[in-house]
């Protein structure tokens, strides 16, 4: 069974899907207007600080763990106690629910590639995107017809997954992120070096480092930075768990899970410069300050940064295509991964071939995410992303770090990682997995939750 299992064909492979999957719409939208937002460059402080005594430890126990079972999620978990299989299963379930709307939302971002060509999104890129774009009721139960543009976005998304997908971890996921992972940097490199040499740039730029250190005192903006850490590095998935099955036995597990780690947080730094670049230049063009144009999700990439592009000097059909590509891109690297995770645990458990697996998961992720492309889908993926704030992400990593951490013994998986590493882990990460990572995830996850339900 195991000498047939799928492997990565070289380091280079492991290591871009896993920044493909790390690097997502949340990279693009979100780091940004929360460095921002959250002291500027003195936020730099929690984020790293975050990433260092959670987002590594826990992104190296993941990969430590799916190395040491060589399996995927449910199963790796069966292999520690028979009870605890349920915890794959509910990040696998949430892998699944996410995908279903994550992949929305790229659908959208491929119909604005093309809409760039011809800034389809007219001067009101506001009116644009809830009217003619998503014919958008206000409600959920309300649903109107099928917008049919993005329904056949939507088919078409789930078409490059599945081919992608089908093709194996070597073929077709390793194969697919030596092409995505290039291109998107070309493409981040366009944007962050349009961005910033707009007029105007420098003022959004200072808005997103100058350090205000007043804020760093907010023990809330350090929960925050925990929680984002969490979502980037696309941790309590088990996404990472399946990835790291794939490996070889002689892998560098600890360097290559550094190396990604690390990737991901510069990525979404460079981007961050080309985002309030852009912005700076918008609110100079419209004679206001960056407070009244800086705005993060949905919202910048497909209402403000329209407006911003139909401002630019010379060629901004061509900055519009640069941006919307990546985003499609960075979106389709990550709804890969996550796929992957739901297939993998799939093939291991009902020994299922990969083709039938990922034909089964497509099917049933593109008929859920039908509602969600009717005029009514806006708040139906709204709905989604709530309860999956609330009952996914945050919850199931904890768990899966208390499980691992009490129920099971962490020298085994740093033993086994450390065997086959130039890189050492030592004492000290057993202590953050243990204390310290729980207590702020555990922390964010009560906040989270409180904000979520009012
Ligand atoms: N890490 C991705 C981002 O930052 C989001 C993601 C989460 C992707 C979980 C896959 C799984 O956008
Ligand atoms: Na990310």
């Known amino acids: 069974m195991e000498e047939n299992r799928d492997q990565w064909g070289s380091r280079l492979g492991f290591i871009l899907a896993t920044i493909g999957s790390a690097v997502g719409l949340g990279n693009i939208w979100r ?55 349920w915890i794959g299963w509910w990040s696998v379930l949430v892998a699944f629910v996410v995908t279903v709307y994550y992949i929305v939302i790229i659908a959208w971002s491929l119909l604005f590639v093309f809409e760039s060509f011809s800034l389809g999104w007219t001067a009101d890129p506001e009116g644009f995107f809830f009217g003619e774009f998503l014919g958008f009721s206000g409600s959920a139960f309300t649903l109107g017809g099928i917008q049919w543009q993005i329904f056949f976005s939507l088919l078409a998304v789930w078409l490059i997954n599945y081919f992608i997908i089908a093709g194996g971890v070597e073929k077709g996921i390793e194969k697919a992120s030596k092409i995505f992972m290039p291109l998107l ?139 919307f590509l990546s985003l499609t891109i960075a979106g389709l690297s990550s709804s890969i991964s996550l796929i992957e995770s739901v297939v993998s645990s799939l093939i291991d458990n009902f020994s299922l071939s990969r083709k039938k697996a990922v034909t089964l998961v497509s099917i049933a992720g593109f008929a859920l995410g039908v509602p969600m492309v009717t005029q009514g889908g806006l708040a139906i993926l709204d709905i989604v992303d709530h309860f999956v704030n609330i009952f996914g992400l945050l919850l199931v990593g904890l768990v899966e770090m208390l499980v691992l951490s009490y129920a099971f013994d962490l020298d085994t998986i740093k033993d086994n990682m450390n065997e086959s590493s130039d890189l050492h882990m030592g004492n000290g990460w057993k202590v953050l997995i243990k204390f310290v990572a729980p207590i702020f995830i555990g922390i964010g996850f009560v906040q989270n939750t409180f904000s979520e339900l009012s």
Do not use: C, H
């Open 185 to 323: 940097a070309l493409m981040v490199l366009v944007i962050v070096i349009r961005g910033v040499t707009l007029p105007g740039a420098m003022q959004g730029v200072k808005a997103f480092i100058t350090p205000d250190f007043s804020k760093i005192l907010d023990f809330n903006i350090w929960v925050g930075a925990y929680g984002q850490i969490f979502f980037t590095l696309s941790l309590g998935f088990g996404i990472m768990i399946a990835y790291s099955s794939y490996l070889p036995k002689k892998s560098d597990v600890v360097k290559n899970g550094i190396i990604a780690g690390v990737a991901n947080s510069v990525f979404s730094i460079v981007v961050g410069f080309g985002v309030f670049g852009v912005l700076g230049y918008m609110a100079q063009q419209q004679g206001v300050g960056i407070a009244d144009v800086a705005t993060s999700g949905i919202g910048l990439a497909f209402i403000a940064f329209p407006k911003a592009i139909n401002l630019l000097p010379g060629a901004p059909q061509l900055f519009g295509f640069a941006f």
């Open 31 to 85: 780091f940004s207007y929360q460095a921002y937002e959250n002291g500027g460059g003195a936020f730099l402080f929690p984020y790293i600080f975050a990433l260092l005594t959670a987002g590594l430890p826990l992104l190296l126990l993941e990969m430590g763990f799916g190395f040491f079972t060589r399996n995927s999620a449910p199963s790796s978990f069966r292999k520690i106690k028979e009870k605890f299989e």
